[in-house]
């Protein structure tokens, strides 16, 4: 049972390039969810998505784009990298509504990414 | 709107002192969940504890303890005879029922402990 896994760890990315940050999970949960984590913000919320097809924009989406085909996989988009989106990524899935919810949330390990 | 205020942004303390890490949070929601993380150097999120709004029952776990009060919106946390171990940034987190896919985190506090 891995949990909530991220792939990559690190990258780098030129200005202008575009990638994607890979996040899976084997808990069958049903909610997963996108943050970025700057040095005296916290973590801020980028996207969720409370079951496969259905995603929503958290507190900073601008320049992301998600999209949850499967219930294990909520991939995030970096359409074209800007130096400001230099940052430490996490994700988080949790069982969802009702009861389970209760469980909280299970985060990966991060990937940080630098935008040059 | 959801909101979590850590107004501590740096605590340094000697070992074995006590230390009150504060969380003041919003909501509008009746029914809400809120949590603590901690993140050693090493980066990962390492969950401490959930707290749902209608159980106002402190809680202690070895060293750790919380203290839930809704009546002024607060959720702190308490670290008793504090170790260099414990040094780490702490996240108070909340949690609406009506929508759970939403964790909304406070700024952290930063935790030194020296020996």
């Known amino acids: 049972n891995a949990g909530v896994t991220q792939t990559p760890k690190f990258q780098v990315l030129k200005t202008g390039q575009s990638m994607t940050l890979q996040c899976a999970q084997d808990?069958?949960?049903?909610?997963m969810s996108w943050y970025r984590q700057d040095p005296g913000m916290g973590l801020r919320l980028i996207h969720y998505s409370v079951g496969a097809g259905i995603t929503d924009q958290g507190e900073v989406p601008n320049g992301y784009n998600v999209s949850r085909s499967t219930t294990e996989d909520f991939p995030l988009r970096l359409l074209s990298a800007a130096p400001s989106q230099t940052s430490v990524y996490f994700c988080?899935?949790?069982?969802?509504?009702?009861?389970?919810?209760?469980?909280?949330?299970?985060f990966g390990s991060g990937t940080r990414l630098t935008v040059v | 709107a959801q909101k979590v205020t850590q107004a501590q942004t740096e605590i340094s303390v000697v070992e074995k002192e006590d230390v009150t890490l504060d969380c003041v949070y919003e909501t509008r929601d009746t029914t809400y969940y809120l949590f603590w993380y901690k993140q050693p150097p090493s980066g990962e999120l390492v969950f401490l504890i959930r707290r749902n709004s209608f159980d106002e029952q402190n809680e202690i776990s070895g060293r750790y303890s919380w203290n839930f009060q809704k009546s002024t919106s607060s959720f702190n946390f308490t670290i008793t005879a504090s170790q260099v171990v414990d040094s780490a940034v702490y996240f108070c987190a909340l949690s609406e029922a009506s929508n759970t896919g939403k964790l909304i985190f406070g700024q952290g506090t930063t935790l030194q402990v020296k020996p």
């Open positions: 988080a899935s949790n069982p969802g509504q009702g009861a389970r919810a209760n469980y909280g949330y299970t």
């Open positions: 808990m069958n949960h049903e909610y």
